[in-house]
């Protein structure tokens, strides 16, 4: 029986997180749950799960909770520090991090420094602290299993071969709802028309970056880090069906890849039950009704995220970290109307312009210039 800590437990992951601990009771159990605002969701959940210990965002939210929970009674923290204190806990196996953002950085990191094992989906934590985040696991010996999908077939592709035998690895991106969109027309596109994935179900801030490529040049840099691979040597290529998650190209040409179907719940559950795998009775992939699996270049003008993804990865230091901070306003600034979805890139490319590059020696230098790029790009909202 493995101990779960939910870092995330109210979003698409710790959902589906859920319905995995749900399938599996006799494997897996629910220590504890961190949430943001969404307290009926995390009420129900709960209920049903019967966690130890629950951490929400806001302290002011505490007395709803507990009059959304009746008769039940839970231990309930709040703020980063409740965050980390369920991260860290004594009673912990495995540490499920799925908060969205640069609001996991702290819980995550504080998680490996306690010898956690963690399942990794908050990919911002390595894009904003990559260099510390995989030192202090390296110290520790501590194994970061790798829950975005992408990642996960990275990691599966890569068993039982030799890592200084790889080429390349190749991150398959969908192109997201505007892969065929004439480029005239995307400074016009709505809310409405960049929430529709063709093929994931996902949070609003995630859909936003996959229709502007920056959740795929997010998942460059964390692929750096995670995989020890330099940005020459990742590529991206656009798949529309997402059948293919990636790929490992080695020095003699072949290629292996992982396919299945479009459901986080197979890699999370592969994270949290490495080496095995898990029947869960979602439905397998069948390669005779696929029809054609199609691989095309990214087009640079379609998607400039993703170029400015591999910029702030090649000069390094606390770029990768202005780049998140600034994306993560920018969206949030589309997502209210704010500005247009071109408007997006460049507000990041202008706050990355603004920013002299440093290097980070600890996690507080590396809030201070999420803070700094915060506050950089907030101030290019019109």
């Given at each position: 029986m493995r101990s779960i800590a939910l870092l995330g437990s109210t979003g698409s992951i710790g959902v589906s997180t859920l319905d995995i601990v749900r399938r599996f009771p006799e494997r897996f159990k629910i220590f504890g749950m961190v949430a943001g605002q969404n307290l009926k969701r995390l009420a129900t959940q709960i209920k049903e799960?019967?966690?130890?210990?629950?951490?929400?965002?806001?302290?002011?939210?505490?007395?709803?909770?507990?009059?959304?929970?009746?008769?039940?009674?839970?231990?309930?923290?709040?703020?980063?520090?409740?965050?980390?204190?369920?991260?860290?806990?004594?009673?912990?196996?495995?540490?499920?991090?799925?908060?969205?953002?640069?609001?996991?950085?702290?819980p995550t990191l504080a998680a490996v420094r306690a010898s956690k094992e963690v399942a990794l989906a908050n990919k911002e934590a390595l894009v904003m602290a990559g260099e510390i985040f995989v030192s202090e696991a390296k110290k520790r010996r501590i194994r970061l299993f790798p829950v975005d999908?992408?990642?996960?077939?990275?990691?599966?592709?890569?068993?039982?071969?030799?890592?200084?035998?790889?080429?390349?690895?190749?991150?398959?991106?969908?192109?997201?709802?505007?892969?065929?969109?004439?480029?005239?027309?995307l400074r016009n596109v709505t809310i409405t028309q960049?929430?529709?994935?063709p093929n994931w179900r996902m949070g609003r801030k995630i859909t936003i970056d996959s229709a502007t490529m920056m959740n795929k040049g997010l998942e460059v840099v964390e692929a750096h880090w995670e995989f020890d691979m330099e940005p020459s040597r990742i590529e991206v290529v656009i798949?529309?069906?997402?059948?293919?998650?990636?790929?490992?190209?080695?020095?003699?040409?072949?290629i292996?890849?992982?396919?299945?179907?479009?459901?986080?719940?197979i890699p999370i559950a592969y994270a949290l039950a490495y080496p095995h795998r898990l029947d869960g009775g979602w439905k397998p992939l069948e390669m005779t009704e696929q029809g054609e699996l199609n691989f095309l270049p990214v087009e640079k003008k379609r998607y400039p995220a993703l170029g400015l993804a591999y910029q702030a990865l090649k000069e390094g230091g606390t770029m990768p970290a202005v780049l998140n901070a600034a994306n993560e306003v920018a969206v949030q600034?589309?997502?209210?109307?704010?500005?247009?979805?071109?408007?997006?890139?460049?507000?990041?490319?202008?706050?990355?312009?603004?920013?002299?590059?440093?290097?980070?020696?600890?996690?507080?230098?590396?809030?201070?210039?999420?803070?700094?790029?915060?506050?950089r790009a907030m101030s290019l909202v019109h």
């Open positions: 799960f019967s966690p130890q210990r629950v951490a929400i965002k806001n302290e002011h939210d505490v007395a709803r909770l507990r009059k959304l929970l009746g008769k039940q009674r839970v231990d309930i923290s709040w703020g980063v520090e409740g965050a980390t204190d369920i991260a860290t806990a004594e009673g912990v196996d495995v540490v499920l991090a799925a908060i969205v953002g640069g609001a996991g950085l702290v999908s992408e990642h996960s077939a990275i990691f599966q592709c890569l068993q039982g071969n030799q890592r200084d035998e790889v080429d390349k690895l190749i991150l398959t991106a969908s192109g997201g709802p505007f892969l065929r969109t004439p480029l005239s027309q960049a929430l529709k994935h798949h529309p069906q997402s059948v293919v998650h990636s790929m490992v190209r080695y020095q003699d040409g072949a292996i890849a992982q396919l299945g179907i479009p459901d986080m719940r600034a589309f997502l209210e109307g704010k500005i247009g979805f071109r408007e997006i890139h460049r507000m990041i490319e202008k706050t990355m312009h603004g920013h002299a590059l440093k290097h980070a020696q600890n996690v507080e230098d590396v809030l201070e210039i999420d803070r700094w790029a915060r506050e």
